[in-house]
Nanobody, 115 residues
Framework: QVRLVESGGGLVQPGGSLRLSCAAS????????MSWYRQAPGEEREWVAV???????NYAGSVKGRFTISRDNAKNTVYLQMNNLKPEDTAKYYC?????????WGQGTQVTVSS
C-alpha cells in the first residue's frame, strides 16, 4: 500500500535552514507528482511546493526563492530544502501523492522557527 514518511523537522532560529525528507513506498515513485503542504495551528492546510515526474516545479508565493523541492528517484524520496526560515513558516509539514484519484498523506513533521 502507499506509504509516505516525513522526517527532518525540528526547532530552528529565524534565518536558519532545514531539509525535510519524505520516503515513499507502495507505488511507482518516478512517475508520481509529489507535493509538500503545511498546516499551522488553527489554520487550513496549505500547499507549499510541487514537483512533477520530469523535474518541473512550482512554489507558493510565500516560499518562492527560499524553499526548493527536489527528488531522488533511486531512493524514492522527495525533499524540501528550506532556507531563510521565518517564524511564519512554523507548521507541520506533510508530503502528498495522488494515485488513481486518491490522495495519500504522510504523518507530518513539525517545523518550529523561533529564537
Amino acid at each position: 500500500q502507499v506509504r509516505l514518511v516525513e522526517s527532518g523537522g525540528g526547532l530552528v532560529q529565524p534565518g536558519g535552514s532545514l531539509r525535510l525528507s519524505c520516503a515513499a513506498s507502495g507505488f511507482t515513485f518516478s512517475s508520481a507528482v509529489m507535493s509538500w503542504y503545511r498546516q499551522a495551528p488553527g489554520e487550513e492546510r496549505e500547499w507549499v511546493a510541487v514537483m512533477d515526474s520530469v523535474g518541473g516545479t512550482n512554489y507558493a508565493g510565500s516560499v518562492k526563492g527560499r524553499f526548493t523541492i527536489s527528488r531522488d528517484n533511486a531512493k524514492n524520496t522527495v525533499y524540501l530544502q528550506m532556507n531563510n526560515l521565518k517564524p511564519e513558516d512554523t507548521a507541520k509539514y506533510y508530503c502528498k501523492v495522488v494515485r488513481r484519484g486518491v490522495a495519500y498523506w504522510g504523518q507530518g513533521t513539525q517545523v518550529t522557527v523561533s529564537s
